[in-house]
């Protein structure tokens, strides 16, 4: 019997490629409709309201200062719901501050905290290339608590997978259209745009965002072929492109957060160049581990890449931080034993632990700080909350410290 009568082709079977590109159709259509439902009518998300207890707290605005400022007809009016409790909303929020600031200027700092004249932008890389390790979770709630407390944010998102897009109501596929992702300032030919071009305002008052979708991959294939041509980079290596790229906006932001692909790839570098903080997140079991030590010594080679071109790569911090953390598991417990004992302080103190709430508020694309009251058991939620505003607020804390900030 001859070879090709052993091999069976049915002429009706679809052809692989045609069946996953009808597939990823289908479940886009489906994701779209899901996002429609779940943001009625414009399918556009919407950030909730604050009472004066949390509004107090995000301030240093004292509760009995709020509600004269209230009764008084002075500085923003919030809304009366209908138990005669006071609601804001973050551009309410952000208005008490510049009014207290203005109000108190020896004082501005506290309540209107952007970085001043002599306080570098603060970019900060959060990586690693190992699914599960919770980066793109990190980078939102790093993202959604900077913004919360009053500094000026810009979140971009430099994965294909565009989860970080997703979390901020962006379906990849419908809402980001050619050249307008990063790739669109990093590109190497005339259709190269100013990043101030692709920056959308987000529903969370003081954070931007610049969306991703496949097409920044585009730059991993760009890149190879203008270094083997030797052609003109528009004046710089291709590491140097998202710092230059920044730079058009550093006037206009306290903190960049960057979701880096999960690869080590030539975007991946660009990132760590340009970052001035390093914030790498690993899940505390042993093969999450042996993976960010590979990831830690590719990462190593290719940083001497960005050396012998003869640029410096100092980090005003690099920090570990470990996610989904169950303190009561003790296989856990001892990874995150030996990662302390190995790395001491480069180990953020405190955990970001493993809850429900977080994953009950991710599958509907919100963060933690997204969550009203009464959708989650109480004490959970607290408790989520409590242990991001630890790990957040340590984050901050090394960001005043690069700032020069008591």
């Not at 489906?30 to 909730?48: C, D, F, T, V, W």
């Not at 990874?335 to 302390?340: A, S, T």
Request: hydrophobic residues 40%; proline residues 5%; glycine residues 4%.
């Amino acid at each position: 019997m001859a070879t090709e009568d052993l091999i069976s082709v049915n002429p009706n079977e679809e052809d692989s490629v045609d069946k996953i590109l009808r597939h990823a159709e289908m479940l886009s259509n489906q994701l779209q409709n899901l996002r429609e439902r779940m943001y009625p009518p414009q399918a556009q998300k919407s950030l909730r309201r604050f009472m004066t207890p949390e509004v107090a707290k995000l301030t240093s605005i004292s509760e009995s200062s709020l509600r004269t400022l209230s009764i008084e007809g002075k500085g923003p009016s919030p809304d009366r719901l209908e138990n005669n409790h006071r609601a804001y909303t973050l551009e309410q929020i952000n208005e008490l501050r510049q009014y207290f600031a203005e109000k108190n200027p020896n004082d501005a700092l506290t309540y209107l905290p952007h970085r001043r004249e002599d306080e570098h932008l603060q970019v900060l890389a959060i990586a690693n290339f190992k699914g599960g390790s919770a980066k793109t979770t990190s980078s939102v709630h790093l993202a959604h608590y900077l913004a919360l407390q009053g500094y000026r944010v810009l979140a971009i998102d430099l994965d294909p997978q565009a989860s970080m897009s997703a979390m901020f109501g962006t379906q990849p596929e419908f809402d980001v259209a050619s050249n307008e992702t990063i790739y669109a300032a990093l590109r190497y030919d005339d259709q190269q745009r100013p990043i101030r071009d692709v920056i959308r305002k987000t529903y969370f008052p003081g954070l931007d965002l610049i969306p991703g979708n496949i097409e920044v991959m585009e730059f991993e294939y760009d890149t190879p072929r203008v270094l083997a041509l030797n052609e003109n980079n528009h004046g710089s290596i291709f590491f140097e492109r998202l710092d230059q790229a920044l730079k058009q906006v550093d006037d206009d932001y306290d903190i960049v957060i960057l979701d880096t692909p999960p690869s080590l790839g030539y975007l991946t570098l660009a990132s760590l160049y340009a970052a001035t903080g390093l914030l790498i997140t690993v899940h505390p079991a042993m093969m999450d581990v042996a993976s960010m030590n590979q990831f830690l010594l590719m990462m190593g080679d290719l940083v001497g890449v960005i050396r012998n071109a003869g640029a410096t790569m100092q980090k005003d911090f690099m920090r570990y931080l470990v996610t989904r953390h169950d303190p009561n598991d003790q296989a856990q417990a001892q990874i995150v034993g030996l990662l302390r004992h190995l790395f001491a302080t480069d180990v953020l103190l405190p955990t970001a632990l493993e809850s429900t709430a977080v994953e009950a508020a991710g599958l509907g694309k919100r963060s933690i700080y997204e969550v009203e009251a009464g959708e989650v058991q109480r004490n959970t939620l607290k408790r989520a909350r409590e242990s991001m505003d630890l790990v957040n607020g340590a984050m901050l804390d090394l960001i005043h410290e690069a700032w020069g900030r008591k």
